[in-house]
Nanobody, 121 residues
Framework: QVQLVESGGGLVQAGGSLRLSCAAS????????MGWYRQAPGNQRELVAL???????MYADSAKGRFTISRDNAKNTVFLQMNSLKPEDTGAYYC???????????????WGQGTQVTVSS
């Protein structure tokens, strides 16, 4: 089974920075795209940023220029550096990994438990 272990959330003032980490593990699994999604109270979960194993990255418009996603493929770990944080960045941040088992042709999405980011004004 796949496990995603997140860390790095917390409370920060507007203009501050946080760095989120997500380590993926699973015997026999390979990980393709990994990314971060945010869910604010009353809202749907939305993409913040993702990166593929080949290094392609994608950002939500709200994250461009402020957030940087990076990845350590050897450790199946993805990072999200968040700078110039705004109150509207507040929410639960979920790590997502699209993985395929060695003996399967299908990829599946896996989710972390979420880490809270709160930005005060």
């Amino acid at each position: 089974q796949v496990q995603l272990v997140e860390s790095g959330g917390g409370l920060v003032q507007a203009g501050g920075s946080l760095r989120l980490s997500c380590a993926a593990s699973g015997r026999g699994f390979s990980f393709n795209a990994m990314g971060w999604y945010r869910q604010a109270p009353g809202n749907q979960r939305e993409l913040v940023a993702l990166t593929t194993s080949g290094g392609t990255t994608m950002y939500a418009d709200s994250a461009k220029g402020r957030f940087t996603i990076s990845r350590d493929n050897a450790k199946n770990t993805v990072f999200l550096q968040m700078n110039s944080l705004k109150p509207e960045d507040t929410g639960a941040y979920y790590c997502n990994a699209r993985a395929r088992h060695l003996f399967s042709e299908r990829e599946r999405d896996y989710w972390g438990q979420g880490t809270q980011v709160t930005v005060s004004s």
